[in-house]
């Protein structure tokens, strides 16, 4: 079977860069969703497509990265698509090279780019170099935006509920990008949020600003097990260590939270709990064999959303002339 889009569809996303969650609509994460539950099929049966033959992507890492790198590169291997990449030294950053310079240079080679940088400004500078798509795969404690569309997915997938959904964060919510991106996210559909942390890492105020805004309702507390209780999800994030300036503080709020099996007793039976990975010791290994874990389906999850990404951005579903549109 082939799949193909309506010349609209497609002209929402061919040659867009995926920068930041927030330019993403209700119909954009339909669109996403449908596609990456097309790929999920390919992704489980490990089956090659033959999409995105003779198209490069190169992958950009200058940050640690197993899942993000290994998943965008997995996911265009399964489209037909060949993968190059560069990591820390090996690239001309480290010559003092502007991500400019850098964007100009590998859109040369490749045709779609995946960028991750600890700075926040690197992949705006890196995307208006750039002739070709370019994806955010994470900028410094800002923004993971593929991440948050796998993480929606995943709380979504084979579940009725998607409205007035309670959502509890627990961690760093002060650095953990993924948190920062997968709440914006949410934000679009009237979500009731629970964030629970240490003082020190709090939600910048100026997403939990927004949020309400958008019409959510926000319950900022330290207590994790009055709480979870009340949840749908649970959202446990990492203390970002690479994120503190002084190794101390980082120390001092590194362990306030831990779910183990006692705390899921406390959870309502249908909580899904969710980790972006990796895990420290704020989920206990015990609770992985509890149905209720779900964060290695994440990880799945996470191929299928990327190559859905992929095909989109680089246009190769487009429909051609004389050819019939299945299943959009
Ligand atoms: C996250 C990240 O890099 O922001 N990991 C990931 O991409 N799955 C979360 C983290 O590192 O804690």
Request: charged share 25%; proline share 4%; glycine share 6%.
């Amino acid at each position: 079977m082939s799949i193909y889009l309506s010349k609209n569809e497609q002209a929402r996303f061919l040659g867009r860069h995926i920068l930041s969650i927030a330019d993403f609509t209700p119909e954009d994460i339909h669109i996403v969703f449908k596609l990456a539950g097309y790929f999920e099929d390919y992704v489980k049966n490990r089956i090659q497509m033959d999409l995105m033959k003779g198209l490069i992507l190169a992958t950009l890492f200058f940050e640690p990265s197993t899942r993000t790198r290994l998943s965008f590169e997995t996911g265009m291997l399964r489209l037909g698509g060949s993968v190059i990449n560069a990591t820390g030294t090996s690239s001309s950053l480290e010559k003092g090279e502007s991500f400019q310079d850098m964007g100009k240079v590998v859109s040369r080679f490749a045709d779609v780019m995946v960028l991750r940088h600890p700075l926040e400004s690197s992949i705006h500078q890196f995307a208006e170099g750039s002739s070709v798509p370019v994806i955010n795969a994470g900028n410094g404690s800002n923004e993971h935006p593929t991440q948050a569309l796998l993480d929606l997915y995943s709380i979504w997938h084979g579940r009725v509920q998607t409205k007035n959904l309670k959502i509890g964060f627990v961690g760093d919510l002060k650095f953990g990008r993924a948190a920062h991106s997968i709440t914006k996210l949410l934000g679009l559909y009237k979500t009731h949020f629970y964030f629970i942390s240490h003082p020190t890492l709090r939600m910048p105020p100026e997403i939990t600003k927004q949020v309400k805004a958008q019409g959510c309702k926000v319950t900022e507390t330290e207590n994790l097990a009055d709480t979870i209780k009340d949840l749908d999800v649970l959202y446990v994030t990492r203390v970002q260590k690479e994120r503190f300036t002084d190794l101390s503080t980082y120390e001092a709020v590194k362990s306030c939270y831990r779910i183990d099996p006692q705390m899921m007793k406390k959870a309502n039976l249908s909580l899904s709990l969710l980790h972006p990975l990796p895990r420290l010791d704020e989920i206990a290994v015990e609770v992985d064999k509890d149905p209720r874990a779900r964060y290695f389906e994440q990880v799945t999850n996470g191929v299928a959303i990327r190559m859905a990404l992929l095909a989109l951005v680089s246009g190769r579903l487009a429909e051609p002339a004389g050819e019939k549109t299945i299943g959009f």
